[in-house]
């Protein structure tokens, strides 16, 4: 069922479709969804303008003890019917400090709000579109836990090659994805054609436009579910339903699913490669027909901000420890700050598919689902406005293989960080470009870069590895 913006009507919808509860969500400061419920005879118009209070102190990120209030206001345009909650309608919100009657400086989706306004002041552009293409993993079972004498995870799929010779109850039926052999197969190899296909009916139900799903490189159930370009809010409320909806659509078949980027060993991990454009009046301005793989100057110039501000937007985009098991050098995630047409090995590609106009578009590899998506698609898009404004000089492209250059080649091309460390380092030296418009504040930066340090640098570094023990117990 699809609704409308104008309030009214909304709750008129939602009483004729018998729904009797309303479900407020809103983001967290790292990226996950947070909310409450309200029976809908509690739920007024007033809300919309009023909001609902909640304690902003017991929310990763957000507020201290002493000036927890705040408040949530739901976004009618975003309301859907929950499809894991009986007769529950749902909205997401932004927050606003209930004091100053403002929006809340370090709530994200209020962050990605003011990057699009800074875009339509910039006169630069008057929308931008994003296509993302998050991977993840569906397993059968998840165990981990860690105390001062002992650290453990396993993990297990059906899929998984390392069954092959597993004596399962009913009989070991073969079909194991071999590492790295992941990408199409049929089934019965890809034994998760059907839990892909209630997921993408899901999210066309909560009015998410799909292009295509598919199992993924890696064995043990890597999946992908593409989803069809939308302006950048819109986009980042439809990942945070994506997520809710492959991690629900999991559990109804007794599944988990992870957006963590590498929770195997020796296989793909899970990245998000994001596909961004800008249109003004209609018209896309990455556009050239003259141009190098048909890009404008707009285009490269954008793209040698994304360069630029590689290492400091690697803070937004790999935002996690586990961020950089992926992001490693000679291995499939593309950490190699360069640029080309149909080259994966490059940062930044440049799809060929087609020759439209429209599709005119670059696609950054590097970014990761575990990624908040309005801090990581406003971040993106500061660089590359930032690129275009100072008409920042992408270099040459590399249209060969960089896995195929000699040493003294590939020493001359620069990387993206290979620690979180390293990341949250260089968006201490290089955040100008976030603070322009506003977008960011530097509240909001030293918040995420405090936080990242004392509740993931920190703790990780801390804990000794599994492996160390076989490296290093007999020294």
Same mark, same amino acid.
């Given at each position: !069922? ?11 919808? %939602? ?5 009797? !509860? ?8 790292? &990226? ?6 309200? /029976? ?16 902003? #102190?017991? =929310? ?12 949530? =206001? ?8 929950? /499809? ?7 909205? =997401? ?5 209930? @004091? ?6 370090? *709530? ?33 079972? =998840? ?23 597993? *004596?399962?109850?009913? &009989? ?16 019965? #190899? ?48 439809? +990942?945070? +339903?994506?997520?809710? @909806?492959?991690?629900?659509? %999991? ?20 990245? !998000? ?25 707009? %285009? ?9 501000? %590689? ?9 996690? $420890? ?6 490693? /050098? ?35 590899? !590097? ?16 660089? &590359? ?29 620069? $990387? ?60």
């Amino acid at each position: !069922m699809q609704f409308g913006t104008d309030p009214k009507k909304v709750l008129e919808q %939602a009483k004729a479709a018998h729904i009797d !509860m309303v479900d407020l969500k809103f983001v967290d400061f790292p &990226g996950l969804w947070q909310h409450f419920t309200l /029976p809908l005879s509690e739920f007024s118009e007033d809300m919309f303008v009023e909001g609902a209070g909640f304690d902003g #102190s017991s =929310i990763r990120g957000f507020q201290e003890i002493n000036e927890s209030d705040m408040l949530l =206001i739901p976004d009618a345009s975003t309301a859907f019917i929950d /499809p894991f909650s009986k007769n529950t309608l749902s909205f =997401i919100c932004t927050v606003k400090d209930p @004091i100053r009657k403002i929006p809340y400086d370090k *709530d994200p989706r209020y962050i990605a709000q003011k990057a699009v306004n800074y875009l339509e002041e910039s006169g630069i552009a008057d929308e931008s579109y994003w296509g993302p293409e998050a991977e993840f993993f569906v397993f059968d079972n =998840i165990r981990y836990g860690q105390n001062e004498n002992s650290g453990f995870y396993f993990i297990d799929s059906t899929e998984g090659i390392w069954n092959s010779g597993k *004596d399962e109850e009913g &009989g070991n039926l073969g079909h194991k994805l071999r590492h790295k052999e992941g990408y199409f197969p049929v089934p019965p #190899s890809d034994a998760l054609q059907e839990i892909r296909n209630e997921m993408v009916r899901t999210m066309i139900e909560c009015g998410i436009q799909v292009e295509v799903h598919h199992h993924e490189v890696a064995t043990a159930g890597q999946c992908e579910i593409d989803l069809h370009y939308a302006p950048m809010v819109k986009m980042a409320d439809q +990942m945070m +339903m994506y997520k809710y @909806i492959v991690k629900n659509v %999991a559990l109804r078949y007794n599944k988990t699913a992870t957006f963590m980027p590498k929770p195997l060993f020796n296989d793909n991990g899970s990245g !998000m490669h994001t596909h961004q454009s800008l249109f003004k009046d209609g018209k896309n301005i990455f556009f050239d027909k003259k141009g190098y793989a048909l890009l404008s100057e707009n %285009a490269l110039h954008y793209i040698g901000g994304l360069l630029k501000h %590689a290492p400091a937007l690697c803070a937004f985009i790999a935002p996690t $420890t586990n961020s950089y098991k992926r992001l490693v /050098p000679g291995f499939e995630a593309p950490v190699n700050l360069v640029y080309s047409q149909r080259n994966r090995s490059a940062s930044i590609r440049i799809p060929t598919y087609s020759e439209s106009e429209k599709a005119r578009r670059v696609e950054f590899r !590097m970014p990761d689902p575990s990624c908040n998506p309005y801090l990581a698609f406003s971040a993106m898009l500061l660089a &590359g406005l930032d690129g275009i404004k100072k008409k920042i000089d992408p270099g040459q492209p590399m249209d060969r293989d960089v896995y195929s250059l000699s040493n003294d080649d590939k020493l001359r091309i620069k $990387t993206a960080p290979s620690t979180l460390p390293e990341a949250l380092s260089a968006l201490e030296a290089d955040h100008e470009f976030l603070l322009q418009g506003g977008v960011f504040t530097k509240d909001a930066i030293n918040t995420w870069i405090e936080y990242k340090k004392k509740k993931e640098v920190d703790p990780v570094r801390l804990r000794p590895h599994p492996w160390e023990f076989h490296l290093y117990y007999d020294i």
